[in-house]
């Protein structure tokens, strides 16, 4: 596997997803000089999302973390989702309230998907859950294909077109457990509430956002 590794760093050197600079010798994930820049939240620093009781993210959706995700959804950045779930597990572990008893996503569109090759958050939540060894299922499915979130408006325009595009997936039961919901960025909040208010309606107890960053 080492072997395999050094291989695919001979052919594909590492770079760092905030700035893309190709790292230096030590380095590994992320440069030493966006480790200073990058804009970590606080344990205050939480953010309101309908049906979900909180939600938590390491960093703020701002300068070279906006940059990362980029990098990471549509420059075909896959690997990033190591180092960024690292970071949510340690967020979620920090400042997660009660214990959890799953750990699900927000999907794309099965059409959304296929262009692209994988679906972000899902990679999220499946290293989340790799690092907390808490079980990570498929609960949700994305039914109406919608226009991008970032590309949607104000809070009113991406609510409505998000508005009844999530649903549980038939023979899922999430009955009183107590759910994580990943995602890569909340900015408005209306899809993971309208996740979370398809989760809540089949049953789960309570819903925790998790996501990378987060808007002011």
């Not at 080492?2 to 994930?29: I, N, Q, T, V, W």
């Not at 949510?88 to 099965?110: E, F, N």
Request: a positive charge; charged letters at 30%; hydrophobic letters at 35%.
């Amino acid at each position: 596997m080492r072997a395999l590794e050094r291989l695919l760093d001979l052919l594909y050197p590492p770079k760092c997803p905030f700035c893309g600079r190709l790292l230096e010798r030590g380095e590994e994930g992320w440069c030493a000089s966006c480790q200073e820049a990058l804009p970590w939240t606080g344990p205050e620093d939480g953010k309101t999302v309908e049906f979900c009781e909180a939600c938590l993210s390491p960093l703020w959706y701002r300068d070279g973390v906006r940059d990362g995700i980029r990098r990471y959804k549509f420059d075909g950045g896959r690997g990033h989702a190591r180092l960024f779930g690292e970071w949510m597990a340690q967020c979620l572990q920090d400042r997660g309230t009660r214990p959890a008893g799953l750990i699900t996503w927000a999907p794309l569109h099965p059409k959304r998907r296929r262009e692209r090759g994988y679906d972000q958050s899902e990679l999220l939540a499946r290293r989340v859950g790799e690092l907390t060894g808490l079980p990570v299922e498929n609960t949700l499915e994305k039914v109406r294909a919608t226009a991008v979130q970032s590309q949607t408006g104000e809070d009113e325009a991406r609510r409505a077109n998000v508005r009844g595009a999530y649903r549980v997936l038939p023979g899922v039961r999430v009955d009183g457990k107590r759910v994580v919901l990943v995602d890569d960025v909340v900015t408005s909040g209306a899809t993971l509430a309208e996740c979370a208010a398809a989760l809540r309606q089949a049953g789960a107890a309570s819903v925790v956002g998790l996501t990378f960053a987060r808007a002011r």
